[in-house]
């Protein structure tokens, strides 16, 4: 008789820790429906930024249909005239809608790319509660706080602000990584760990992570781990938490050279003061500030209002949670919870008006633009707090009861005053197919340009000195052979010397060619419109978007960052 077969430990324990996974990804899941769910009968909530980032998907998802596998030029932004608005703006939010576009319908695209994104941050704020709160209920409470946190949902409902939202997601990550670099928890720190270079690479991952999302959220990112490196310095009376953040951060913007390189240099061909224009100042975004646009004034209520929501739900917290720590000597430790108390503060701070000198004085702070984009870091304080808060107690039911009730009234406030549509999409779309396109972006408009004068509906090539052509055999003619999003070629057979304008900015990215000699075109009288001087008898101009020097060393930067991470993760640190 043989003996029964023990099931096998590792496989069980697998399985156990599967199961356990799923739960945080399941349950984030569906508080993101909820949260979407009057999206399912009102259609779309097109807030401030819907149509911005929308036309950026369908630009980028048709021009990959086109063989273009990462899109610089966005073709059809400026009514077809197009604008350099993908090298200023990270990839990771527009990519990833433009790939939900491909299989999914486009009406679809915002509630998908939502809950996606929420359940992400779920999971994000989950594996954050896991390693500083006590128990596994208190870090699903983390977590569903987290999907349905205010800013949250001030972004879904009355923003629409998708690249920021996905930013969001990988905040806790990114304090995760930080405690866990700079030793702050507990076992962040085992005998003999001289090299963390898992740590480093892990932290350099999302802090890259973040910028590729949305640049003023890594603006936060950046002063937020400087803060918490600065108090982690000081807490352990060492330089190797700075030491080792700094290797972090700069590996991590060496991932985004890519990006980032080609964004500041190109910063020079382009308006790009137009993004601290009137309405985006942050002088004109601190909490409860009034200006002369009552929309505006309305809007900074609204989110001043959230603010102040979630500073004073999580301070409460937090006292309730420390209380009981105290008593009963267990809970999240002391260090931790200063380094909470610090960001919470910073936050705070930054979104009153007495800190207007810091956002003049520290750099590139000031294209945050609104003070109050500084809940995106104060969520992550404010769900952790809660989640202690509910960990043990006879109070902590209270708790629950409480904040799904304050996020539940915010969530039902915020839909009812947003602005519903099911037809921005389907508008977008046929304005593409009929050759129209749509509205730019004041901060990417070439320079030497006022898009504001571009005419809604354009030919793709026009012959400008009419006036001169009189009579029979006169006129050129014109015949576009190509008109791609990155390259045009047009063949001309002309009686007499004109002037040809395209339908394209200039931007000095573009290289023009009348037959095979380089060219230097001008503008137009109105806008910076493309025109080339045509000579007489038979010609052809070519238009291509070349690749500059600085797309091509950022390019060869990330590729050898990424590399270099992937070895410092597969390493054994010694």
């Given amino acids: 008789m043989t003996a029964p077969e023990l099931p096998d430990s590792n496989a069980t324990s697998t399985s156990r820790r599967s199961r356990e996974g799923l739960a945080p990804l399941l349950l984030s899941a569906l508080v993101s429906l909820a949260v979407v769910s009057p999206f399912f009968w009102l259609g779309n909530a097109t807030g401030h930024d819907f149509q911005y980032h929308a036309g950026s998907w369908l630009d980028a998802a048709g021009q990959w249909k086109q063989g273009v596998l990462y899109p610089r030029w966005t073709e059809w932004a400026n009514y077809g005239f197009g604008e350099p608005r993908f090298i200023f703006y990270p990839p990771f939010s527009w990519m990833l809608g433009a790939a939900l576009g491909l299989f999914a319908p486009w009406s679809s695209v915002p509630v998908i790319f939502i809950v996606l994104t ?6 994000s704020a989950f594996a954050l509660g896991r390693r500083l709160l006590e128990s596994r209920a208190a870090a699903l409470f983390c977590a569903t706080v987290y999907v349905a946190n205010p800013y949250a949902l001030l972004i879904v409902y009355w923003r ?6 996905l930013a969001d997601a990988f905040f806790p990550l990114l304090l995760l990584a930080a405690l866990e670099l700079c030793g702050l928890l507990n076992d962040a720190e085992p005998t003999g760990e001289r090299y963390p270079f898992r740590r480093i690479a892990a932290f350099a991952a999302v802090f890259a992570a973040i910028w590729l999302c949305n640049a003023p959220a890594g603006v936060i990112a950046s002063y937020s781990i400087a803060a918490l490196l600065a108090f982690a310095a000081w807490t352990r009376k060492s330089w190797q938490p700075l030491a080792r953040g700094a290797a972090g951060v700069l590996l991590g913007f060496a991932i985004t050279a890519g990006y980032l390189l080609p964004a500041a240099y190109e910063q020079r061909w382009v308006n ?22 009552a929309e505006h004034t309305l809007f900074n209520w609204i989110a001043s209002t959230l603010a102040v929501l979630m500073i004073v739900l999580a301070g409460f917290a937090a006292l309730a949670a420390r209380r009981r720590n105290e008593q009963q000597g267990r809970g999240i430790a002391e260090p931790l919870w200063r380094a909470l108390l610090i960001l919470s503060a910073v936050a705070a701070l930054l979104m009153l008006r007495f800190s207007l000198p810091l956002w003049a004085m520290l750099p590139k702070l000031r294209f945050v633009q609104f003070p109050w984009r500084w809940m995106s870091l104060l969520a992550v304080p404010f769900a952790v707090c809660l ?4 960990t043990r107690g006879r109070l902590r039911w209270v708790w629950v009861a409480v904040t799904f009730g304050l996020l539940a009234s915010a969530a039902v406030g915020l839909a009812k005053s947003a ?5 921005d999409i389907p508008a ?29 509906k354009s030919p793709e090539v026009q012959v400008l000195d009419t006036d001169t052509m009189q009579g029979p055999n006169k006129k050129p003619m014109v015949r576009v052979e190509r008109w791609k999003p990155e390259e045009k070629e047009v063949a001309i057979s002309a009686p007499q010397p004109f002037y040809l304008g395209l339908r394209l900015l200039n931007y000095p990215a573009w290289r023009v060619e009348l037959n095979g000699t380089v060219v230097s075109p001008r503008g137009g009288e109105d806008y910076n419109m493309m025109v080339v001087a045509v000579p ?12 500059t020097w600085d797309r091509t060393l950022g390019a060869i930067s990330t590729l050898l960052s990424v590399l270099l991470a992937l070895w410092l993760a597969w390493r054994r640190s010694e």
């Fill in 160 to 165: 629409s602000d998708f690249a920021e939202l």
């Fill in 536 to 547: 007489a008898g038979e010609s052809r101009v070519v238009v291509r978007f070349v690749h």
């Fill in 419 to 423: 602005w519903w549509d099911t037809e």
């Fill in 272 to 293: 790009i003061a137009q993004a601290l224009s009137t309405g985006l100042l942050p002088a004109e975004n601190f909490l409860y500030t009034q200006i002369l646009d």
């Fill in 428 to 456: 977008l779309r046929a304005a593409i197919a009929n050759g129209q396109g749509f509205d730019g972006t004041d901060e990417y408009d070439p320079l030497g340009d006022d898009h504001t004068n571009i005419p809604t």
């Fill in 118 to 123: 929420q359940t992400l941050a779920g999971a």
């Fill in 387 to 390: 989640g202690s808060a509910m």
